[in-house]
């Protein structure tokens, strides 16, 4: 009896041993799961659990016809999913811990939770419909792109290794970037904010907070700027004269009245369209080679003979009363 106790116990583990089938109902998913040699191993018709289990590369599904990712959590150890432009309206990826990437841009997913993704270092998640995304838990992340979605409120106060990060195109009314000190990129354009701080974030070399309702920027300690855009916000003044590394500045659309170039001596494209500015000095520019300053009513002296460079040049409906482009 206790032969057979013994035997019965060894083939019910045998049993419990055996890999299961992965329930993959979308045919697509299926079908592109089962032409990758390194996941299905024993070339059958089935993805089974082991293989799942032991599969650790990533999957670039982007712009196929695949509605349901139903089995993708059996893929624990799953580093990279791409699956751009798909039909998704939800994407469960609890279970997929090991992902470092995600890029899901171009769906029409409604909800997207990564709280359980935590070696997450970039998530694109743009042109879907996101009310709201939390990664407080992703400390490791470095690239968020939420831009396209109808977000209010974006926390990344966690966020400490953050390089770059693209909320255009939401709703949102406040942006605190604070604790973001390496942040490179920042572009937070078309969006309602009242204001910005970037004092903190000392690496930046890109700044765009263009189509908001911004009144004053400090960007004084950001020496690494080079380039900047913030046209169509209510801005009165800026002071660049730390800002040396400086070769884009986008700024039409304000209240300025004041420029001061005198530091920027790399600048070589300047748009500072609809702002009444009265006259400007661009003679230690040098190597400026587009400029645009249309509708600034009350700019009546221009002078840009110290421009050898020069290009592009568009000044049209101002006050013009003298223009010297003798060395142009």
Do not use: H
Request: with cysteine; charged share 15%.
């Amino acid at each position: 009896m206790k032969t057979i106790i013994t035997t019965l116990v060894i083939l019910l583990f045998s049993i419990s041993m055996k890999a299961q089938i992965v329930n993959i109902p979308d045919l697509f998913f299926k079908n592109y799961l089962l032409s990758l040699d390194s996941l299905n191993t024993n070339n059958d018709s089935e993805i089974d659990s082991i293989e799942a289990a032991n599969f650790s590369g990533g999957f670039d599904i982007g712009q196929k016809k695949i509605y349901d990712l139903t089995g993708i959590e059996a893929f624990t150890s799953l580093t990279v999913l791409i699956c751009d432009r798909c039909y998704f309206t939800s994407i469960d990826l609890s279970k997929n811990t090991a992902l470092t990437e995600i890029q899901c841009f171009g769906n029409d997913i409604t909800t997207l939770d990564v709280s359980k993704n935590v070696a997450l270092t970039k998530l694109w998640c743009f042109e879907n419909n996101l009310s709201s995304i939390d990664v407080s838990n992703n400390l490791l992340l470095t690239e968020l792109n939420c831009r396209k979605n109808p977000l209010n409120s974006l926390d990344v106060s966690n966020n400490l290794e953050l390089i770059d990060l693209d909320c255009d195109y939401n709703y949102l009314t406040a942006l605190d970037v604070s604790n973001n000190t390496k942040l490179i990129e920042l572009s937070c354009y078309y969006n309602q904010l009242t204001g910005l701080n970037v004092v903190n974030n000392t690496e930046l070399y890109d700044l765009n907070f263009g189509y908001n309702e911004v009144t004053a920027i400090d960007v004084t300690k950001n020496p690494s700027l080079e380039i900047l855009r913030f046209r169509m916000n209510d801005v009165a003044s800026i002071d660049l004269s730390n800002n040396v590394a400086l070769r884009v500045l986008s700024a039409s659309n304000n209240d300025l009245t004041n420029l001061d170039f005198s530091n920027n001596l790399d600048l070589g494209v300047i748009s500072i369209n609809s702002n009444p500015i009265p006259n400007l000095d661009l003679s230690l520019l040098a190597r400026l080679g587009s400029f645009s300053c249309s509708d600034n009513s009350l700019l009546t002296i221009l002078d840009v003979s110290n421009n050898p460079k020069l290009y592009y040049l568009q000044c049209a409906s101002n006050s013009l009363s003298v223009l010297d482009l003798s060395n142009n």
